[in-house]
């Protein structure tokens, strides 16, 4: 690896933990939140009908099986999230949105919103995230 090389692999992730610790702070101050806890509330309630089966949201949310299944216990302690069995797969389990999770996840989306436009989208341009959104579309394909 070229010291080039190096030196941008390294800032992305300064980048990346420098902006996650922003927001993840923003939440907690504001909603007593963590990252992890809004980004399942997130991707559930984009969910059809507010519930994913647990492996579906695992890999969207980047964690681990374990991982998520103790993250959906603590939110299930809060009454944000419950499970549900999967009828057509005993072994299946669903994470589902509770009422109390939709309202949670609604009153922390502006914070949340608001940290990306501060810390990442008002710093670049119009041309900076058409080229920006490229190469990420070209690191995440497959």
Not at 27 to 35: I, K, S, V
Not at 75 to 93: F, M, P, T
């Amino acid at each position: 690896m070229s010291p080039a090389e190096l030196t941008v692999w390294r800032t992305m992730l300064r980048a990346q933990a420098k902006i996650s610790r922003r927001l993840q702070a923003d939440l907690l101050a504001d909603h007593d939140l963590a990252l992890g806890s809004y980004d399942v509330l997130l991707h559930l309630g984009e969910a059809e009908d507010g519930r994913l089966r647990m492996n579906d949201l695992a890999d969207r949310v980047l964690l681990s099986r374990s991982g998520l299944t103790r993250l959906v216990d603590r939110l299930q302690r809060e009454g944000l999230v419950c499970r549900e069995s999967c009828s057509s797969d005993a072994r299946g389990l669903f994470a589902v949105l509770t009422p109390s999770g939709r309202a949670r996840l609604s009153e922390a989306t502006p914070t949340y919103q608001r940290g990306v436009r501060e810390y990442v989208l008002s710093r670049l341009d119009e041309h900076d995230l058409r080229v920006f959104g490229a190469i990420l579309n070209r690191l995440t394909a497959d």
